[in-house]
């Protein structure tokens, strides 16, 4: 059974940093595409960034580009995202996604093409 567990949020303020980790198990992820949405209160899921199977091909949003960095680690089973210079508007619930199908070179930015999600963690800025 493929899981995904998300860690690392918390209550920063406005200006500081936070680092999420997600680690997979379950399968090997390793060509698999992975990235995090969120989800604030009142509003849909939306993209936030997402990394290749190698790491050599990312993709963010345009509300987070040059704040967030997103990583990973194959051997660890595990991606990370880098946040700083944290906003109030970034608060919201951070969810780790993994997209099963085999496109070395793709990077989705559509929930639906992403087949699993993790539970999602809290990330709270305040002003």
């Known amino acids: 059974q493929v899981q995904l567990v998300e860690s690392g949020g918390g209550l920063v303020q406005a200006g500081g940093s936070l680092r999420l980790s997600c680690a997979a198990s379950g399968r090997t992820f390793s060509t698999w595409a992975m990235g995090w949405f969120r989800q604030a209160p009142g509003s849909g899921r939306e993209f936030v960034a997402a990394?290749?199977?190698?790491?050599?091909?990312?993709r963010y949003a345009d509300s987070v580009k040059g704040r967030f960095t997103v990583s990973r680690d194959n051997a660890k089973n595990a991606v990370y995202l880098q946040m700083n210079s944290l906003k109030p508007e970034d608060t919201a619930v951070y969810f780790c996604?993994?997209?099963?199908?085999?496109?070395?070179?793709?990077?989705?930015?559509?929930?639906?093409?992403?087949?699993?999600w993790g539970q999602g963690t809290q990330v709270t800025v305040s002003s």
């Open positions: 990394i290749n199977w190698s790491g050599g091909n990312t």
């Open positions: 996604v993994a997209d099963s199908t085999l496109r070395p070179r793709y990077i989705p930015t559509d929930l639906n093409e992403y087949d699993y």
